[in-house]
């Protein structure tokens, strides 16, 4: 499971909701972040998260991020679970017409007794890096993984956002 310390010695404040600081806005350019070359995708998740806020409040934004963008740009899945997280990345990846050698055979079960979710998650990192994309792991619920995967040119960004929006992020090659 990965270990995450937290790195954020303030308080998240966003009481300029109209300013460009406000958290819709911090969650628009995480979502155009995640969805590289597609704002019809980031669009379509932005209406959706929007609608989940007016029904759920805007308590965890983060959250709702996840469950708008799980599969479609983001994942999170049991950390038990290397077939599903093999899945989840073939899925996201398969978007820019890439695939990761995951130096077996993922169909197999004995390929699954023998790896984990760190070494599945560098794997993927490196494979991801070489083509100018980074693959994140970011802070779930215990026993979860989840991230995202950005363009390499983007990683300042993603740390921006993520620092403004309180999530804890880390590169998909530092997860333990």
Known sequence: ???????????????????DD?????V???????????EDSAMQQFAAYREAVEEEGDDDPVRIVGQVTD?????????????????????????????????????????????DGPELFSRAFDQLNQHGYTLWAREADD?????????????????IVATELGINLRLGNQVT
């Open 28 to 38: 628009w350019h995480l979502l155009t972040l995640i969805n590289p070359g597609d």
């Open 71 to 115: 599969w479609r740009s983001g994942f999170e899945v049991d950390a038990d679970d290397t077939r599903t997280f093999v899945e989840a990345i073939n899925e996201l990846v398969a978007r820019w017409n890439l695939s990761i050698d995951w130096d077996g055979d993922p169909d197999d079960d004995e390929f699954h007794e023998d790896v």
């Open 143 to 159: 026993d979860v993984y989840a991230g995202w995967i950005t363009r390499s040119r983007d990683d300042e960004s993603m740390r």
């Open 1 to 19: 499971m990965a270990s995450y310390d937290d790195d954020y010695d303030h308080e998240n404040e966003h009481d300029d909701e109209d300013g």
């Open 22 to 26: 406000s958290v819709e806005s911090q």
